[in-house]
């Protein structure tokens, strides 16, 4: 009888650690990916932090803790590809956390899916976020100069509910020798790049979660895309040519629990 209990208590201490891991070890933990992506001068030795899929809900130690890695990963610029809230009630903590980051370095952004079914119009996201000193870009572009170059900071609004367009927000003219990098909340942006004809070096998206809950030997539980861009999950991809990154974001949607994927904040090293 010994035996068969022993095995029991084993299986029922894997059980809730498994599940005291999903529930609050990984949805309050993150990890840094360091990506290097290959460009051409004078942009080497460019920092730029990429975080996606905020879901902020309120404004505490997690978000400090964020605030805090970022600032010592000492970026040039921050961007962040969406999902910021998921209902009008949390814009205030959303803005406290968007000041604090804007103080670090310059902050561009795009809106996502679960912004638009928040309540909040883009003119508001866009008011309340420049009041902030944080760059919302819905289909549009800035310019920054850096010695003779010039980089391009694309954003489209948000693929995933059809409200991007790429022809829109692309620069005309490019000069040789530009660097374009793009800012998409989902991956499916990609297709529009690649049927559009812009050359883009660079695309910065999230969106899914890198699955949010994956199991062993089978991979994520479920990814919110079409089936045709399930395999753009997290990572670094190469897409004729362009540079692709998906990041797994901060906060979670729908269930508060992670397994096997922990919250990202990625430093892009242009080298």
């Known amino acids: ?142 310019v920054i100069n850096i010695g003779n170059a010039t980089m391009y900071i694309v954003g489209v609004d948000d693929p995933y509910t059809g409200y991007a367009d790429l022809d829109m927000a692309m620069p005309e003219n490019v000069s040789n020798g530009s660097l374009i990098i793009l800012l998409a909340h989902s991956p499916q942006i990609v297709s529009d790049v690649l049927s559009s004809g812009h050359e883009v070096d660079l695309i910065l998206c999230g969106h899914t979660h890198g699955g949010q809950v994956n199991i062993p030997f089978l991979g994520p539980l479920f990814i919110p895309l079409p089936r045709e861009y399930r395999k753009y999950c997290s990572g670094l991809y190469m897409v004729n040519g362009t540079y692709m990154y998906v990041n797994r974001g901060l906060g979670t949607s729908t269930l508060n629990i992670r397994f096997l994927c922990l919250p990202e904040i990625a430093l892009i090293l242009l080298e």
């Open 1 to 142: 009888m010994r035996k068969p209990l022993f095995i029991i208590l084993l299986i029922v201490a894997f059980i809730g650690a498994v599940v005291g891991d999903a529930i609050w070890i990984e949805p309050n933990s993150v990890a840094v990916s360091y990506i290097r992506i290959d460009v051409e001068r004078p942009f080497e030795g460019l920092r730029i932090v990429h975080i996606s899929d905020l879901h902020l809900r309120s404004y505490g130690y997690r978000e400090e803790n964020i605030l805090s890695i970022i600032e010592s990963l000492r970026p040039d610029y921050i961007s962040v590809t969406g999902d910021f809230i998921e209902d009008a009630k949390y814009l205030e903590s959303c803005l406290k956390f968007l000041r604090e980051l804007s103080e670090i370095c310059e902050v561009y952004c795009v809106l996502g899916n679960w912004d638009h079914w928040s309540g909040i119009d883009n003119d508001e996201f866009k008011q309340k976020f420049l009041s902030v000193n944080v760059i919302l870009l819905i289909n549009e572009y800035k």
